[in-house]
């Protein structure tokens, strides 16, 4: 598991990250609006934000998580943790 990132979102303010997405994405959540979450690509020197519904973003996190207890049961812990603070 990665140490903990940030990312300035323009308007909404400073984004945590949640979880890889698996498709070049990742899944941020935002620290002042809550329950906003966006799927940020990075590409050379762009960076595109998309919002998704809460659903979708929790969808997303427990593909990872599931993908992480398959894969790398240590890590899985702290995904299992981070997870759990976001969405529960």
């Not at 909404?12 to 935002?30: I, K, N």
């Not at 993908?67 to 812990?77: E, I, L």
Request: proline share 5%; glycine share 2%.
């Amino acid at each position: 598991m990665a140490a903990e990132r940030y990312l300035n979102h323009p308007t909404f303010g400073l984004l945590y990250w949640v979880c890889p997405t698996g498709d070049s994405r990742d899944l941020y959540v935002s620290l002042y609006a809550q329950r906003m979450f966006f799927l940020v690509t990075l590409q050379n020197q762009d960076v595109l934000f998309q919002t998704i519904p809460l659903m979708d973003a929790r969808a997303l996190a427990e593909q990872n998580l599931s993908r992480s207890r398959r894969t790398d049961p240590d890590a899985a812990v702290a995904w299992q943790d981070i997870f759990e603070k976001t969405f529960i």
